[in-house]
């Protein structure tokens, strides 16, 4: 079973044998959500992610774009990202007065959202054409397909008097394809680039045990937590010895604040199975090293096993170590008829 995961392993762990040493694909991806209170009053939250690391964040209607990191503008000038911009500001205002505009003939019912995904992706080293999706109060609406807005299934008639009005807008899907298929890719590469340093940085993991609440009567919760890895696959298993324990459940994986992350996994078992068996952590920062911890070791009765364990194999030491020392040096000697 470990082998027939370990190439499995090798293909989800970045860093085992491309030579950028990424997770494939990798995307560029923005999200976006605008906040339609009323016809005043319009909130944006954005931010821009390079797989699962966030790398520009804006607030507000002419909120200005945050670089989040010393790399964030790849190799695009100053001049490039000041007209870009510029070029966002004023359409985004437009857009917005459009919106409140044609509302009513769209049946966009104030308060609604807006949540935009768009961006896009490398596969093998080479970028991909772009992705541009919207959903209307968390339904998807619409999406951006070969120069054109193609409505969703789910956005009936709204999508599709939104999708007629969108692509009457001459020029719009020109720029919009432009963005897509040669602005997001390039910015993509030269990211990539500009920020390999940060973007390859491995951080190695803390594991510890602790027990849950407990499942039902005679039955132990065991956790082991796992926190502070980059990147984020990692693979975790209960075992006892090599074997796999296929009940083994994995919990939360959750984000850090310093962009690490967290997973917890869960075995469920009877109180009396849990000595022996043991949580193991793979992560590509760890090379060959996993960590193991054993329950034995972390709960206080592993400590007395162990303890009387210990104990025993001293005594039994002790007791041959004298019986050597008799038959050498004591009356025993004298009675065997060879030395
Ligand atoms: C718009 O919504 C905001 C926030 O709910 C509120 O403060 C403001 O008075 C509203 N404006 C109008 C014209 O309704
Ligand atoms: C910017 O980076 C991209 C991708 O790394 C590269 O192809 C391009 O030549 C660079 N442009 C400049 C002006 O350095």
């Not at 200005?64 to 000038?77: H, Q």
């Not at 951080?203 to 499942?215: H, I, N, R, T, Y």
């Not at 960590?291 to 194999?313: E, T």
Request: net charge positive.
């Amino acid at each position: 079973m470990l082998f027939l995961f370990l190439p499995l392993l090798a293909a989800l762990l970045p860093g085992s044998d491309n030579k950028v040493g990424l997770e494939e694909p990798v995307s560029l991806h923005v999200i976006q959500t605008s906040y339609f209170y009323n016809r005043s009053w319009v909130q944006n939250l954005g931010s821009a992610w390079l797989g699962d690391l966030e790398t520009h964040r804006w607030e507000g209607v002419s909120g200005t774009i945050v670089y989040l990191w010393p790399w964030s503008k790849g190799n695009f000038s100053n001049k490039e990202l000041t007209e870009f911009e510029t070029f966002f500001h004023s359409h985004f205002g437009r857009y917005i007065t459009e919106v409140h505009n044609f509302a009513k003939q769209l049946k966009y019912e104030y308060p609604f959202v807006f949540q935009y995904a768009t961006g896009c992706e490398l596969h093998s080293g080479k970028a991909s054409a772009g992705f541009l999706r919207k959903a209307y109060q968390g339904t998807d609406l619409l999406s951006f397909q070969n120069k054109s807005w193609v409505p969703s299934p789910q956005g009936g008639s709204r999508a599709k008097a939104t999708c007629r009005l969108l692509n009457s807008l001459v020029g719009l899907t020109e720029i919009v394809h432009r963005a897509l298929s040669y602005t997001c890719p390039r910015f993509l590469l030269s990211v990539l680039d500009a920020g390999k340093a940060d973007i390859q940085q491995k951080v190695k993991p803390e594991a510890w045990l602790s027990s849950g609440p407990s499942p039902g009567p005679g039955r132990l919760l065991l956790v082991c937590h796992v926190s502070g890895f980059y990147p984020k696959p990692v693979w975790v298993m209960w075992m006892r010895g090599d074997q796999e324990q296929p009940r083994t459940q994995p919990r939360d994986l959750l984000p850090n604040a310093d962009r690490t992350w967290y997973l917890r996994v869960t075995l469920d078992v009877a109180a009396g199975e849990a000595s022996g068996l043991s949580c193991r952590v793979k992560h590509s920062s760890l090379g060959d090293q996993d960590i193991i911890l054993y329950w034995d070791h972390h709960s206080p009765a592993g400590f007395i096993f162990l303890a009387v364990i210990m104990l025993v194999a001293l005594l039994a030491g002790l007791a041959f170590w004298f019986r050597k020392y008799w038959i050498h040096h004591g009356p025993l000697r004298t009675r065997l008829p060879l030395q």
